[in-house]
């Protein structure tokens, strides 16, 4: 059968009740996986759960943040309940995905999310997912850099730093990369994150306080309960908003105690949601049809918006680091690029070489790409719908078993797996259309 049991999966490995124990729940026991060598990583100078919380803060909230309202008006008021399920179905794919790095008995903890593909599929199945996961962590940072380009050209109009928004781009790319190619881990990023957190929760504030200023003024604002031939394109923008699964194994791999994972996944993407439902549903509802994406370029023009800009422009200018650093680290692992092998300074020179490229390709396609709004639901269709909800159901089914899962659980996951290939097929189809009429 496809998918074994895992009675029938360890028939030929040797027994281990201890790691029977690890694996029976979904909060596993940090104690027990590193007594049965299944963590091999040392956790004695990785960081709180508090500070992993931020990591995944400031990776998933910000720009999903901005463009909720208008995947409302693309979907109609539908949309509320595809959120929800969006945030109920990562948290599930975000917990049972690092429980999938310490499944195969017997093996250490796998280090990545090509690792745990691979481990289900073999190397076909690793490629492909390696595939979509730098098509996340390169494109939405390009994604980034689009909208600190724009942000900051916006903010400098009528002056003389309104030298166009590729300069900008440019500029932009460049701060980033400073502490792309100096900071090594996750862990040294966490600060980043924490302040990145903060700006996004400010911007939400100051979004959701000047729609209801602005709702007196806005008059015959239309909305509607489903747009069916948009549905697809919104599905996938709101997918995209939850998107930091192909992260959380580098995240977790710096926590200090990653028992704590569940709660550390469950807080941060919570956070995200409160905050997508604070601009999401006010945005809509007060610009309607007419909201724009950014939602900050709806609100009335004045200090309120520069700031809710300036804040916003900081945040992905956090974020990027995050997630190029996660690609980054893919990489160095797969061509064990490590002290031990290189030596200190070999090592050092060859990363920060190896970023300096990754951040020069970054930039070149950020200013080459700039349809933010469409860039943004490509990359959600084609690839987070993928990574998000479809891959770690199957990995999971794989490496765990089918036969021993409650049918509640399997009905679940069938339901994550139809909404993960309807974003993926029809949002990827939509969005590319929107891309060759723009360009048109």
Avoid at 201 to 218: E, F, P
Avoid at 425 to 440: H, P, V
């Amino acid at each position: 059968m496809f998918f074994n049991s895992d009675k029938e999966k360890g028939a030929s490995r040797p027994p281990s009740t201890k790691t029977e124990e690890v694996f029976s729940e979904l909060d596993y026991d940090y104690a027990a996986s590193e007594k049965t060598g299944m963590d091999t990583l040392d956790r004695s100078q990785g960081c709180s759960g508090f500070m992993a919380y931020f990591n995944v803060v400031c990776v998933i909230a910000g720009t999903g943040t901005l463009g909720l309202p208008y995947a409302l008006a693309q979907g109609g008021w539908i949309g509320i309940l595809i959120l929800c399920l969006a945030w109920w179905m990562s948290t599930y794919t975000g917990i049972i995905l690092i429980k999938c790095l310490y499944s195969v008995k017997g093996r250490a903890r796998m280090m990545t999310y090509k690792d745990v593909a691979t481990a289900s599929f073999g190397s076909i199945g690793g490629w492909l997912t390696f595939f979509f996961s730098a098509w996340i962590t390169l494109g939405a940072p390009v994604l980034y850099m689009v909208l600190s380009g724009a942000n900051l050209n916006q903010l400098c109009e009528g002056t003389v730093g309104e030298i166009g928004t590729t300069p900008w781009t440019i500029i932009s790319t460049a701060i980033v990369a400073i502490p792309f190619v100096f900071v090594k881990t996750m862990k040294e990023v966490a600060f980043m994150s924490a302040f990145g957190a903060f700006s996004t929760a400010v911007v939400v504030i100051i979004v959701l306080v000047m729609a209801c200023i602005d709702q007196k003024n806005m008059v015959n604002v239309h909305h509607d309960n489903v747009i069916w031939n948009q549905f697809p394109i919104a599905l996938s923008t709101i997918s995209f908003s939850f998107g930091g699964n192909i992260v959380y194994p580098h995240v977790e791999a710096s926590m200090k105690k990653p028992n704590r994972w569940p709660w550390v996944a469950a807080a941060g993407l919570g956070t995200c949601a409160a905050l997508y439902f604070l601009t999401a549903v006010p945005g809509y509802y007060v610009y309607g049809s007419d909201v724009e994406n950014p939602v900050y370029n709806s609100i009335p023009k004045g200090v309120p918006q520069i700031i809710a800009i300036v804040l916003m422009t900081i945040h992905v200018l956090m974020a990027v680091p995050i997630l190029v650093t996660s690609f980054s680290l893919d990489v160095e692992e797969m061509l064990d690029i490590t002290v031990e092998r290189l030596g200190k300074w070999r090592e050092f020179f060859i990363r920060a070489a190896m970023r300096v490229v990754i951040m020069c390709v970054v930039g070149v396609l950020a200013c080459t790409v700039p349809h933010f709004d469409l860039l943004m639901s490509l990359i959600g269709s084609f690839a987070n719908c993928g990574l998000i909800l479809i891959f770690p159901v199957l990995f999971y089914f794989r490496l765990t078993g089918f036969r021993n899962k409650p049918i509640y659980e399997i009905a679940w996951c069938a339901l994550i797996i139809l909404l993960g290939i309807v974003g993926l097929i029809f949002g990827t189809i939509d969005s590319i259309k929107g891309l060759i009429k723009a360009y048109q």
